[in-house]
């Protein structure tokens, strides 16, 4: 039985009145890549605001580990979302600070015994992680967008998540930096044996790194499959093939995410 860290329960979620998602289930297994895909205004990052605890489902649970999330008081709610990483686009870094102090606020934080030098050496390691060793002063705006996914990814590692989530990382991204960052991700997953939660739309992504896939469907506000790319390819329903294969033979200008 492989280990199951996320179990998602027939959730539904939405905005006041508005529901934008209907009984949603799936489970995310230990040291697995998970996409989240469907065009846009499906629903991806607000499934991804639910599993990372900011928003409450309309209905449904969310398990963390079997641990029934939504039934727990605030204070271990937030220390079950320390096992959490995001990644956030454009990274999110505080601007006004070195990369080396971007990561070691958030250790500072939870770890208050850490000494200045063991916070220097953390910062060094997760830099390294991501291929950004040697950048400890550098400030945000000396970097390239890459990099700077890059140095935001450093500090989502910072608190050595269990679960890292990413939306839509490679927006912004030129084609070859898109590729390096989806090959960081497997390499994290392989080395730290994290699970992943990748929100995108972008067919090579998908291609390169999904273990299991969700796919959301605009019209239908619920899942329209979930299981391995490859039985998604072979035997998923039409609008997730179509989803799939839109880029074959298209003419650039027609690619357009089905809607
Ligand atoms: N804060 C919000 N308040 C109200 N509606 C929202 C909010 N955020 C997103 N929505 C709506 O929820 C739907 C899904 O949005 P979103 O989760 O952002 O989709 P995706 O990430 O797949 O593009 C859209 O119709 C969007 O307009
Ligand atoms: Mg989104």
């Known amino acids: 039985m ?25 489970s995310l297994r230990r040291g697995e890549v998970f996409v989240v895909m469907g065009g846009s205004g499906c629903g991806k990052s607000t499934l991804l605001r639910h599993l990372i605890g900011l928003n409450r489902p309309l209905a449904g649970r969310m398990r963390l580990h079997g641990e029934d999330f939504w039934a727990q008081d605030s204070a271990r709610r937030a220390q079950l979302q320390r096992q959490f990483g995001v990644l956030y686009q454009d990274g999110a870094l505080w601007s006004g600070m070195t990369l080396r102090d971007n990561i070691a606020l958030p250790l500072a934080t939870y770890h208050p015994h850490l000494s200045g030098d063991e916070l220097d050496e953390l910062a060094a390691l997760k830099l390294a992680l991501v291929g950004l060793a040697g950048c400890e002063g550098l400030y945000p705006a000396e970097l390239s967008g890459g990099m700077r996914k890059r140095a935001g990814l450093a500090r989502a590692l910072a608190l050595d998540p269990q679960v890292l989530f990413f939306d839509e990382p490679s927006a912004g991204l030129d084609p070859l930096s898109s590729q390096a960052l989806d090959q960081l991700i497997l390499e994290l997953r392989d080395s730290l044996g994290a699970s992943i939660v990748l929100v995108t739309h972008e067919l090579p992504s998908i291609f390169a790194v999904a273990d299991t896939c969700l796919f959301l469907d605009n019209q239908t506000r619920t899942q329209a499959a979930l299981g391995p790319l490859a039985e998604l390819l072979a035997h998923g329903p039409e609008v997730v093939q179509r989803f799939l294969r839109r880029g074959e033979g298209a003419p650039a200008a027609t690619r357009e995410i089905h809607r």
């Open 2 to 26: 492989e280990e199951c860290v996320i179990q998602v329960e027939g959730l539904s979620a939405g905005y006041g009145q508005k529901v934008v998602l209907r009984d949603i289930h799936f």
